[in-house]
T-cell receptor, first 113, second 113 residues
Framework: SQQGEEDPQALSIQEGENATMNCSYKTSINNLQWYRQNSGRGLVHLILIRSNEREKHSGRLRVTLDTSKKSSSLLITASRAADTASYFCATDSRSGGYQKVTFGTGTKLQVIP | EAQVTQNPRYLITVTGKKLTVTCSQNMNHEYMSWYRQDPGLGLRQIYYSMNVEVTDKGDVPEGYKVSRKEKRNFPLILESPSPNQTSLYFC????????????FGQGTRLTVV
């Protein structure tokens, strides 16, 4: 699997329910970010969590990071139809002088009104 | 308004005809990068630049060139496009590389026939 692999690939829930998406990665990271993409449009940054942080909140979003398991989760509480989008995690890898970014394949979330 | 602007938004071209996709940001960001997005593969980094005159390969650089002569612009050049470069392309910028959030352009949908 790729660095930054999301799970599940697709998720369909009713409005008001919580949505949880997971991301696993393979190599050590300095930080992990979550992005949202509405169909075919540019990505929008949601939250950044650093490797020394375990949990972060932003509004209805809650992100956790477990570096021992090389995994992160994104929880959206009280979902709304407007949350329908694809969600991606992104990790950084640095070695020597370079700084590459790796995105996962994404979780497609559908929130049914 | 802070933004990343890509042009064109849509492009259909023929195999072998050189093309350039422009990217410009107005936020004085140091880090800029190009990604391609293909179904089932997520976003893959093509090239990135950590500052003016500093560029490096991402995960899928073959068939692409970039330049960073000024801080605000980061064009993507396809010297001899081929059908396997048909994809959705995104440019992104961030203030200080991977420790800060990235802002994405609206995307360029390229079809090579």
């Amino acid at each position: 699997s790729q660095q930054g692999e999301e799970d599940p690939q697709a998720l369909s829930i009713q409005e008001g329910e919580n949505a949880t998406m997971n991301c696993s990665y393979k190599t050590s990271i300095n930080n992990l970010q979550w992005y949202r993409q509405n169909s075919g449009r540019g990505l929008v940054h949601l939250i950044l969590i650093r490797s020394n942080e375990r949990e972060k909140h932003s509004g209805r979003l809650r992100v956790t990071l477990d570096t021992s398991k090389k995994s992160s989760s994104l929880l959206i509480t009280a979902s709304r139809a407007a949350d329908t989008a694809s969600y991606f995690c992104a990790t950084d890898s640095r070695s020597g002088g370079y700084q590459k970014v790796t995105f996962g394949t994404g979780t497609k979330l559908q929130v049914i009104p | 308004e802070a933004q990343v602007t890509q042009n064109p938004r849509y492009l259909i071209t023929v195999t072998g005809k050189k093309l350039t996709v422009t990217c410009s940001q107005n936020m004085n960001h140091e880090y800029m990068s190009w990604y391609r997005q293909d179904p089932g593969l997520g976003l893959r980094q093509i090239y990135y630049s950590m500052n003016v005159e500093v560029t490096d390969k991402g995960d899928v650089p073959e068939g692409y060139k970039v330049s960073r002569k000024e801080k605000r612009n980061f064009p993507l050049i396809l010297e001899s496009p081929s059908p396997n470069q048909t994809s959705l392309y995104f440019c992104a910028s961030s203030l200080r590389g991977l420790d800060t959030e990235a802002f994405f352009g609206q995307g360029t949908r390229l079809t090579v026939v």
